[in-house]
C-alpha cells in the first residue's frame, strides 16, 4: 500500500536546494535520507510531512493530492495520520512527562500503551515534569507522546541525536517494529550513516539531487 509519493519536488529560499525530487513510501517500508548539512534534508522532510509548501512539484499522501485538501481534511491527516519527531523534543515544560503523553492521547483518540512506556524506559519517571528529566528522557518521551497517537507515517529528523548509540539501537528497532506492526512507515532524515543502513531504502541528497544509494 502506498502511503506517500512526491514527484518533481523544488525548492528554494535564497538560492535553490533542490530540485526534480521523486520519492515513494510503502506501508511497512523505511526510508532514510543523508546528506551534508545545509543539503535541505530537513526542509524536505518538511514539505513531505506538510510543514512547508513546495515551489514545485506534487505530494500524494494516501493517495490524495495535498495541494487539492481542504484545510478541515488536511488538519485532520496531521492530527491523526503523521507523526514528527524532531531532535529538539518541543515538549511542554510546565507538564509532566504523562501529561504531554495525554495531550496526544486527547487529540488523537487514542490510548498510552504501559508497553510503550516500557521500551523506552520511561515507565519510572513519567509522572516526574519534563524540566526534571534528561535531555535524552525528554526525546524518549517525544517520541513516546508521537507514537501513542498511532501515525501512518513517521517523520523523523535526527531522532536519536540525544540518545546513546545502544537506546538509539533500541529506539530504531521500536520505530521498525511499530511500521511492521501497524501498517505505517517511516523516513528518518539522519547524519548518522550506520542508522541510515537500517532502513530499507537510502537516499543521498548532494548536488541538489535525491538519488537512491541502497
Not at 193 to 208: G, M, S, T, Y
Request: net charge neutral; proline share 2%.
Amino acid at each position: 500500500m502506498n502511503l506517500l509519493t512526491a514527484k518533481n519536488l523544488a525548492h528554494t529560499f535564497e538560492y535553490e536546494l533542490f530540485n526534480d525530487v521523486n520519492i515513494e513510501l510503502n506501508a511497512q517500508e523505511s526510508i532514510a535520507i543523508i546528506g551534508m548539512s545545509g543539503s535541505g534534508k530537513s526542509t524536505l522532510l518538511h514539505l513531505l510531512s506538510t510543514l512547508l509548501t513546495p515551489k514545485k512539484g506534487s505530494i500524494l499522501l494516501f493517495g490524495e493530492e495535498i495541494s487539492s485538501m481542504n484545510k478541515k481534511r488536511l488538519s485532520s491527516i496531521k492530527r491523526h495520520d503523521l507523526g514528527l519527531i524532531f531532535q529538539s523534543h518541543y515538549l511542554f515544560k510546565g507538564f509532566s512527562a504523562y501529561e504531554n503523553l495525554e495531550v496526544a492521547e486527547l487529540l488523537s483518540g487514542e490510548k498510552i500503551e504501559n508497553d510503550l512506556l516500557e521500551s523506552l524506559h520511561i515507565k519510572e519517571p513519567i509522572h516526574q515534569k519534563v524540566t526534571e528529566l534528561s535531555g535524552g528522557q525528554q526525546q524518549r518521551v517525544s517520541i513516546a507522546r508521537v507514537l501513542t497517537k498511532k501515525p501512518r507515517i513517521i517523520f523523523a529528523d535526527e531522532p536519536t541525536g540525544n540518545l546513546d548509540k545502544k537506546t538509539a539501537d533500541e529506539v530504531m528497532t521500536l520505530f521498525f517494529n511499530y511500521c511492521n506492526s501497524n501498517n505505517a512507515g517511516m523516513i528518518l532524515v539522519t547524519h548518522d550513516n550506520d542508522l541510515a543502513h537500517q532502513c530499507d531504502k537510502v537516499f543521498h541528497l548532494e548536488d541538489k539531487k535525491l538519488k537512491r544509494i541502497k
